[in-house]
């Protein structure tokens, strides 16, 4: 058994030298143990001794060392073995930290999640009260109590948060000073030597219970994030009772004394009609919802006035308006749902995943993408957020009603012989009326005496096929709509 001895609870440069030297000798984790301080280490363990000369570096993932700080500042008493016997493991199972139902890798997770949350509490719970030091000036001071050795790891970010002060952080293991240029760790000290209050005290206080507000209080959830084991160095934690007590009623004078506001459909027809271009005279011939006064002439003026459009309410999150692309002549106009995530980056439509597959089946069917114009029933993603991802959400009945003036411009522009819906968000768009896919798919409707409409899916329904036969043969019925589409316009062929 051999020991290696660490200058202080979360001393994480002590271990990894420690553990780098165990494992050049080949030192098992289960031979290895770890003192801090002045502990006594065990009956027959014998001091690490030094690593062989040239002897070869351990090799670990990039999130490793991280990890391994964190978890050496955990409370648990096993840790430094623990972090070790993770070393040892991934110098022959180079995948571990990939492998979350490993039990190890659960504990890890574990008790980095604990550091985090302990380092978290320390920044939203340290309280300084200042005095004046007759060599250094004002000092501020605070006093707090972790339960997990994290001072040395969240230090730093009150030396970045306060760097114009001079400030010290007692605690029962360590202590943080910051002189203003430099940060140092000395032994930790006891609660009486940091000061009961200070000149400020009154009126953080006062501050604190100006801001209280009693129609949100969740005491359950206010006591789960914030325990109270921090009360006591905390000074606004005296007012927390009876500003709870008196929630009730506070709440009831703020119901009785609210203004009279507009209703919630009010303001949302008032944001659906506002545009950022200037409001003119209104023509209903035209747009009365809109307030042009003035129909596009060009699809290219078309597409500017989109860029500005505010109609509904999906312009605001999204990155910009996806206006349709293609020759001002194209024989059809290929029209689908709405842009997705790729397509409101890029500012056009069709570039994503569904997209490569339209291009693959317009390529199996002998169709000229270039030749066509393609566009959605609604010009703006809609989306929702989950994470760091937007999902997909279905545009409603309104949403298409108002974008289908846009779809009308481009159809009127554009003269189109077919207009190919993709999917029954489309169909919907270009007919004016719910229908299904399965009673109007393949089939050639008359719109007008020049133009005719195809309905098929939308490329993103292959796509969201769990079985590979199904997605085969939904494929081929796709590709065998896009050649109906050659066949109707010939026009449509590529080039030899």
């Not at 899916?457 to 896009?482: C, G, N, W």
């Amino acid at each position: 058994m051999f020991n290696a001895r660490l200058a202080f609870p979360a001393d994480f440069e002590g271990w990894r030298a420690a553990a780098r030297t165990a494992l050049a000798l080949g030192v098992s984790p289960e031979d290895m143990s770890f003192t801090v301080g002045d502990e006594a280490p065990g009956l027959f363990a014998e001091p690490l001794p030094a690593p062989p000369e040239n002897a070869p570096q351990p090799t670990v993932p990039r999130a490793f060392p991280e990890l391994a700080r964190k978890l050496v500042c955990h409370a648990d008493a096993d840790r430094f073995v623990f972090a070790y016997q993770l070393l040892w493991r991934l110098q022959t199972e180079k995948t571990l930290l990939d492998i979350a139902s490993d039990p190890d890798m659960i504990r890890a997770a574990e008790m980095e999640k604990a550091v985090r949350r302990d380092s978290h509490k320390m920044k939203a719970f340290v309280r300084f009260r200042e005095i004046e030091d007759n060599e250094i000036g004002r000092h501020s001071i605070a006093w707090f109590e972790p339960f997990h050795h994290t001072v040395e790891l969240t230090a730093p970010f009150f030396a970045r948060r306060f760097a114009g002060m001079v400030w010290t952080i007692l605690t029962p293991e360590r202590t943080a000073h910051w002189n203003g240029e430099e940060l140092s760790f000395l032994p930790g000290a006891t609660r009486d030597m940091a000061p009961a209050d200070d000149d400020m005290e009154a009126l953080w206080l006062t501050y604190y219970a100006s801001i209280f507000n009693p129609a949100r209080l969740k005491v359950k959830a206010m006591t789960a994030e914030m325990p109270k084991k921090y009360w006591a160095n905390m000074p606004e934690t005296a007012l927390i009772k009876p500003l709870v007590a008196g929630a009730e009623a506070a709440s009831r004078r703020m119901i009785e004394t609210a203004p009279s506001l507009p209703s919630f459909r009010s303001e949302r027809l008032k944001e659906r009609n506002a545009m950022t271009l200037p409001r003119m005279e209104k023509t209903p011939e035209i747009s009365p919802g809109l307030g042009y006064n003035k129909a596009p002439d060009t699809i290219e003026e078309a597409r500017e006035q989109a860029a500005h459009c505010q109609a509904c309410a999906l312009w605001e999150p999204a990155t910009q308006t996806v206006f349709g692309k293609g020759p001002e002549d194209a024989p059809v106009i290929f029209v689908g749902e709405q842009p997705g995530d790729q397509e409101d980056i890029a500012g056009e439509p069709f570039v994503g995943p569904a997209g490569k597959v339209f291009d693959q089946a317009l390529a199996a069917a002998g169709v000229d993408r270039r030749q066509a114009y393609v566009t959605n029933a609604v010009k703006h993603f809609k989306f929702e957020p989950r994470g760091k991802r937007r999902i997909h959400a279905k545009p409603n009945m309104s949403e298409i009603k108002v974008c289908r003036w846009w779809l009308d411009q481009e159809r009127r522009l554009i003269k189109p012989k077919l207009i190919v819906a993709l999917g029954a968000t489309a169909a919907n768009a270009v007919l004016g009326k719910t229908v299904t896919i399965k009673a109007t798919r393949s089939k050639l409707i008359d719109l007008d005496p020049e133009t005719k409409l195809l309905v098929t899916v939308h490329p993103s329904y292959i796509l969201r096929l769990p079985d590979q036969a199904a997605k085969e043969r939904e494929t081929k019925a796709f590709e065998a709509d896009m050649a109906l589409a050659l066949e109707t316009v010939p026009e449509l062929a590529l080039a030899g």
